[in-house]
């Protein structure tokens, strides 16, 4: 099933082949279930068990249906070179947010800022805890960054909230940014229930 993921990850994110998406990123389950060459049942499944063990303590889902089920999209992540447009809920009184990568980008990020790359939106996290998970999924040395939303808002920018509660925005320039997290910084605690290393007993873990 993790292989079945990954696919189903690859084709509502970053390229349909021969799916029809539309301009809101949804695509026709039928179709789908056809292309994966899967049922309903073990499509069900996947959305709701295989998935990153951050998504599952934060309980997070990567994927949704419409309301009659006839067809699904990503919450977000999507590439950029598919041009979507989806309308994500405008943040009016946004916070601290945060965002985690690997120290090797640290330097870069404090010269430039963060970017999106390819992708068509930046995620960040609400909590300190989430963004060093996320992180730490490309590798155990990992940096914390603080964005200064609230002071980007007044700046003008554009902050948005997806459905399953992750902050995107395009762009975010290195004066709103400040190391919160960082190799030799103190530890910061995550949930209870979460064990580097450990897989939750009762569900399949998957990258993002």
């Not at 695509?27 to 073990?42: F, Y």
């Not at 419409?66 to 999507?78: A, E, F, L, P, V």
Request: hydrophobic share 35%; charged share 25%.
């Amino acid at each position: 099933m993790i292989e079945k993921a990954k696919k189903l990850t690859y084709l509502l994110r970053n390229d349909p082949e021969n799916l029809h998406m539309d301009e809101q990123g949804w695509v026709d389950v039928n179709s789908l279930l056809h292309k994966l060459n899967i049922t309903q049942k073990e499509l069900d499944y996947i959305i709701e068990n295989v998935n990153p063990e951050f998504f599952i303590l934060y309980n997070k889902k990567r994927f949704f249906y419409n309301n009659d089920k006839s067809k699904i999209r990503s919450y977000q992540g999507h590439s950029a070179k598919l041009n979507l447009k989806i309308e994500y809920p405008e943040v009016s009184a946004p916070v601290t947010y945060y965002h985690g990568t690997e120290v090797k980008n640290m330097e870069s990020i404090l010269n430039e800022g963060l970017k999106s790359m390819n992708r068509k939106y930046i995620y960040l996290a609400k909590d300190i805890g989430l963004a060093i998970m996320v992180a730490s999924k490309h590798g155990t040395d990992v940096v914390v960054f603080e964005v200064d939303a609230k002071r980007m808002k007044l700046d003008g920018y554009k902050i948005f909230e997806s459905d399953n509660f992750f902050i995107l925005i395009e762009k975010v320039p290195s004066k709103y940014l400040k190391i919160c997290h960082a190799p030799g910084m103190c530890s910061v605690e995550f949930p209870f229930f979460y064990h580097k290393n450990q897989t939750h007993p009762t569900h399949q873990t998957h990258p993002t």
